[in-house]
């Protein structure tokens, strides 16, 4: 399906403006702070929009230009030097150029102007440390008319400072303070109907009519607000159509550098859905189809051996339930092989063991979301690039999403996402707890279920619940809530609430089952906003406070285990694996050393610089780290200069490895807290492992 540029042109010029707006903005202000790396965050997160919603209308000339832009901001931000003066000029230059052709779009051009191929080449200049002009204003050929003059140049001028349009421009934070304050009138109008109830019961049967009457105005009242909110609602929504013509393009693109033989199926779809939202699922499905390509789809060879179709097909399908949105990415590739991810996780995770090699092969899908988690051996253009599953996960949870997976091997993998039609209002079950009320968003819940004290099965790790021949773990609403009152012994049933996130079920104990709403969600107060516990807050009638739980947070804080056979859970007496993280830059540095480290029995971890290290040891725990000096974003010494200053990694042994051997080297690592120092010209595999090996009292 072709995508009708008018029903969008609007908007786009709109979001143009805004973007250019704040560009101007904030390059004023990084004149005064050129080192303030959040104007620079904000620069790369504006020119990175506006690219992409070029890219979609197909002004090809606008988006290079902001592609261009991304990388010089891009490059000041890898090496952390200062935003010169000279950038700024270039950057200010270049939006008043694109200020002029956005008005220019709209009065019907094609988004292409005369000044582009200079922008590109001082761009380049700019790049490449050249002298370059940062005034595109003499680009334009002279005109052949009489100069006009200055009171028609003054005219000229103010014209270009207002826009005359038929629409006009709102933040969806100010639709969403409309809604909180139409949220507030609502629970007013619930108030005051419990209010006229009373009164109708206790007051005389004279003053029934009066009472009556005022209850359907009321009804009304209510209805009426009701469609207010849907309409409200509606201004922050968008077609998603608006993303799958660039998606296909795109994925077409990767499909033939791999030289698979692959059909899409990507059919149009009529559904709106949340603006926000929107903006953040092209990188997510697009991962996603990648994923499909290069994990999923066999190649011609292969898909013949195994008496398969020749071409694969990969298929992205969207459809709604009341109001959640469902989207579909399936192949019908090789599927998950199951027994590599356990061959993985085992090495990532050793301290795991037990619970990895009996996992059942739901349980083993966690892993794939795990942070630099991959089942290749071999880098590829599609995968291998510091992006997995685990940046896939982190954004559905942003956006009040889940993911599931289902895989059969040799028939394929399917990946089904589940998004709120709008981040305004939420599906969620109130529970009650020691007299408390909590809201659980309705997408994390599997099932709710009445059972018997004798229902319970005990088992080594603590009580489990047969679920359709599932057995799932049993957790107390005070390991949620430490200040809530335990459940005595006495009470012989109980109301529980089957929870399901990535593919894992836990059930969660609570005592009343209250009711079922779409709320408004609140932003978590200013003094609570550190505690991950909780997603939001909404208020009932009475204008009290009810926590929204965040599930995924909960579960992460829960240590599953499985729990399928329970001869499995004994412990096994197992010599203790170290963990070994290798932070390099160069591949084949780090390859060398994981060789080396390998051999001698040690689970290794690889990272490429600082950064990525620090991301590693959040997620695994490491027994000992080597580590490269020189490197981009966060070098060797920076990296150990976090750790020695973070309570849970200050005590884990360092080692350096440098290119050449230099005094003031070592003796900043010995005051920086090192406790090794191995040059690469003298680097032999005993130096490093004896080094190892007496860190770890081996």
């Known amino acids: 399906m072709n995508l009708d540029k008018s029903m969008f042109i609007t908007d786009y010029i709109s979001e143009a403006r805004e973007i250019l707006d ?59 030097t200062e935003i010169s003066n000279k950038v700024i000029q270039l950057l200010l230059g270049i939006l008043t150029v694109m200020h002029k052709v956005i008005d220019e779009i709209e009065s019907g051009s094609d988004g292409t102007f005369a000044e582009y191929d200079e922008i590109i080449k001082n761009i380049d200049k700019a790049m490449e440390d050249e002298d370059f002009t940062t005034d595109f204003s003499e680009v334009e050929k002279p005109s052949e008319t009489t100069a006009p003059t200055d009171a028609a140049n003054t005219a000229a001028d103010s014209s270009d400072l207002f826009h005359d349009s038929q629409t006009i421009k709102i933040h969806v934070s100010e639709v969403d303070a409309i809604l909180q304050s139409l949220d507030k009138l609502i629970m007013r109008q619930i108030k005051l109907r419990k209010e006229i109830e009373f009164l109708k019961k206790s007051g005389n049967s004279s003053e029934f009519q009066s009472y009556q009457e005022l209850s359907e105005n009321i009804s009304v009242l209510e209805k009426q607000s009701v469609d207010i909110q849907k309409s409200i609602i509606a201004l922050r929504m968008l077609p998603f159509d608006m993303i799958l013509r660039p998606i296909r393009r795109s994925v077409v693109s990767e499909a033939l550098k791999t030289g698979k033989n692959i059909e899409f199926d990507i059919p149009q779809s009529e559904i709106a859905i949340d603006k926000f939202i929107l903006e953040k699922l092209p990188a997510i499905l697009i991962h996603l189809v990648r994923n499909s390509i290069d994990h999923g789809i066999e190649s011609p060879e292969e898909r013949a051996k195994l008496g398969k179709p020749e071409k694969g097909k990969i298929s992205v399908s969207v459809s709604q339930v009341s109001n959640r949105i469902f989207i579909t990415v399936k192949d019908d590739g090789h599927g998950i092989d199951y027994e590599k991810i356990r061959a993985k996780a085992f090495r990532l995770f050793p301290e795991r063991i037990n619970e990895i090699m009996t996992a059942e092969h739901n349980d083993l899908l966690q892993y794939i979301f795990a942070s630099g988690f991959s089942t290749k051996d071999v880098q590829t253009d599609l995968s291998g690039r510091g992006i997995g599953l685990d940046v896939v996960r982190t954004e559905m949870d942003k956006l009040k999403g889940k993911i599931s997976v289902s895989s059969e091997l040799n028939k394929g993998t399917t990946f089904e996402l589940s998004l709120p039609a709008s981040l305004a209002t939420q599906d969620g079950l109130f529970v009650s707890v020691s007299d408390n009320s909590y809201l659980i968003l309705s997408h994390y819940i599997k099932e709710i279920l009445t059972v018997q004290k004798d229902d319970f099965l005990q088992l080594q790790h603590g009580p489990v619940l047969n679920v359709h021949n599932e057995l799932i773990p049993v957790f107390d609403f005070d390991i949620i809530n430490p200040n809530s009152a335990k459940h005595t012994g006495i009470k012989n049933e109980f109301s529980v609430i089957v929870l399901e996130y990535l593919n894992r079920k836990i059930s969660v104990i609570v005592d009343k089952v209250l009711h079922y709403g779409t ?22 009638e009475n204008y009290r406070i009810i926590p929204v739980l965040n599930i995924p947070d909960t579960m992460k804080r829960f240590k599953v285990i499985n729990v399928y056979d329970a001869k499995n859970l004994e412990v096994r007496k197992m010599p203790k694996i170290h963990s070994i993280l290798v932070v390099d830059d160069s591949h084949a540095t780090r390859h060398i050393e994981q060789i080396i480290l390998e051999a001698e029995n040690y689970n290794v971890a690889t990272a490429v610089d600082g950064i990525d290290a620090l991301e590693k040891m959040k997620q695994h725990k490491f027994d000992l780290v080597v580590t490269d000096v020189k490197m981009p974003r966060m070098d060797g010494f920076v990296l150990l200069h976090n750790m020695r200053h973070k309570e849970e990694l200050k005590d884990i042994p360092v080692i350096m490895v440098s290119s050449v051997f230099e005094n003031d080297t070592l003796d900043r690592v010995k005051n920086l807290g090192g406790q090794g120092y191995i040059v690469k010209s003298d680097f032999e595999r005993e130096n490093l492992t004896a080094k190892v090996k007496e860190l770890l009292h081996e």
Do not use: W
């Open 22 to 80: 704040s560009l101007d903005d904030i390059a004023v202000l990084a004149i005064k702070e050129k080192r303030n790396f959040s104007y620079l965050e904000e620069i790369l997160r504006l020119l990175h929009t506006l690219k992409g919603s070029s890219r979609m209308m197909e002004y090809i000339q606008i988006e290079k230009v902001m592609n261009h832009l991304e990388n010089i901001f891009k490059n000041i931000q890898s090496n952390q």
């Open 519 to 540: 709320v408004v969600i609140k932003p978590v107060p200013p003094i609570l906003k550190d505690f991950n516990a909780l997603q939001g807050v909404v208020f009932d």
